[in-house]
Each structure stands twice: as structure tokens, then as C-alpha cells.
């Protein structure tokens, strides 16, 4: 059974570099065809895709933020971390990490399993 | 960037009825990387529909999705309770940034 849990702050001042960990179960990052994936949501608005790590280490991330994001693994401890530098107050979201397989139509890598998410709020 | 444009914003229908749901894309999918999902309050997303039209695993059958190039439809073809939730769809491939639908709200009438 695949399992996907975010960790991390619940509060961050502005300017500061947020860090978050996706804690995995059920599968291992090291394995062909598997992949990690940040996506956020502010109150009451849409997702948005952040930035996804693969099982070879490549790395996409969404192009307006890349400056700001760091996407990195650690396949001995299960672990995924997304940081963000230079929060501000529109950063304010649910963080969710997601579990990625290529799907069998297209190849391409989508999100079949999500973490709870984790409440970030960005304030003084 | 591809933007994903879902209508309407809010689908009110009642416990049996058939729920269409648009999604159109502001540029052609060279390939079907059109995924859809539903959300409840308090609710990670949940994976509905993936390669525009296959089902994902445990999704009933009332759930169908369709398209191709920029227009594709999720239909539940006869709405459960549980059904009441908002729904996305989303791009997964093609440009970056993978983007998201702002979303289809459907209420109970």
C-alpha cells in the first residue's frame, strides 16, 4: 500500500526559505518508472503543479518558481524535499506531494496517489 | 503555457442525474495527458480519469471521461451523493508548466 505524508512548518515569516519533506511508503524512488511530485493549493483556490523529481534524479519544475524551488531525494530514507526560498504571503497554501507512475495510454508521468497536504501560511 | 479552461464554474444537479463537465485547452495535446480529479472539502485530490478517458483503478464505471486535441468532457452518468465535489482537470504533459482547470464545482440542487 502506497502511503504519502508531508511534514514540515505550519508558519513562515516573509523572505524565509521554506522546507518541506514528503514521507513515502510502498514504494522506492529508486525504481524505474516512479516519481515525486510538489503541488500546492491557496485557500479556497486552484492546484498548481510546482515541481516533480523522477527515479533517475531528473528534475522539471514549474518555470515561473524555478529560481525559488529546490526538488531533491533521499532513497534511503524514503524521502522527497521541496524548499522554497523567499516566501511571501501569496505563498500561503495547502502543500500536497503525490506519488507519479507513467500512465499506460501516453507514457507520461501522472499523479495516481497524494498526501493529506500540509497547511503552510506565510505571515510576520 | 497551456491554460486549461473548465466550465461552468458551478453544476447544480440533483441525486440520479447525468453531470457533463467541460475542459478546453488554449493549445493542441499532441497526446492525450489529460487527467481528471475530484476533490472534497478538507480532501486530497483523487485520481478519476488519466489518458483523457481510462479510467483509474477503482473508479465506477458512471465516471467516463473523452476528447482529444483541445476539448475534453468528464460525464458521471448518474450522480451518486458522494458525487458532489469539485472537479479538475489537468495537463501532465506536453510544455511546462503542467497546469490545472480552476475547476468545476457541482452542488446539489
Known amino acids: 500500500q502506497i502511503t504519502l505524508r508531508e511534514s514540515g512548518p505550519t508558519l513562515v515569516k516573509p523572505t524565509q526559505t521554506l522546507t518541506l519533506t514528503c514521507s513515502f511508503s510502498?514504494?522506492?524512488?529508486?525504481?524505474?518508472?516512479?516519481?515525486v511530485g510538489w503541488i500546492r493549493q491557496p485557500p479556497g483556490k486552484a492546484l498548481e503543479w510546482l515541481a516533480l523529481i523522477y527515479w533517475d534524479d531528473a528534475k522539471r519544475y514549474r518555470p515561473s518558481l524555478k529560481t525559488r524551488l529546490t526538488i531533491t531525494k533521499d532513497t534511503s530514507k524514503n524521502h522527497v524535499v521541496l524548499k522554497m526560498t523567499n516566501m511571501a504571503p501569496v505563498d500561503t497554501a495547502t502543500y500536497y506531494c503525490?506519488?507519479?507512475?507513467?500512465?499506460?495510454?501516453?507514457?507520461?508521468?501522472?499523479?495516481?496517489?497524494w498526501g493529506q497536504g500540509t497547511l503552510v501560511t506565510v505571515s510576520s | 503555457e497551456i491554460v486549461l479552461t473548465q466550465s461552468p464554474g458551478t453544476l447544480y444537479l440533483s441525486p440520479g442525474e447525468r453531470a457533463t463537465l467541460s475542459c478546453r485547452a488554449s493549445?493542441?495535446?499532441?497526446?492525450?495527458?489529460l487527467a481528471w480529479y475530484q476533490q472534497k472539502p478538507g480532501q486530497a485530490p483523487r485520481l478519476l480519469i488519466y489518458g483523457a478517458s481510462t479510467r483509474a483503478p477503482d473508479i465506477p464505471d458512471r465516471f467516463s471521461g473523452r476528447g482529444s486535441g483541445t476539448d475534453f468532457t468528464l460525464t458521471i452518468s448518474r450522480l451518486e451523493p458522494e458525487d458532489f465535489a469539485v472537479y479538475y482537470c489537468?495537463?501532465?504533459?506536453?510544455?511546462?508548466?503542467?497546469?490545472f482547470g480552476q475547476g468545476t464545482r457541482l452542488q446539489i440542487k
Open positions: 489537468h495537463h501532465y504533459g506536453g510544455p511546462l508548466p503542467y497546469s
Open positions: 503525490a506519488h507519479f507512475v507513467p500512465e499506460t495510454v501516453t507514457g507520461y508521468y501522472v499523479g495516481d496517489l
Open positions: 493549445q493542441i495535446f499532441s497526446s492525450n495527458y
Open positions: 510502498g514504494f522506492a524512488l529508486n525504481g524505474h518508472g516512479v516519481g
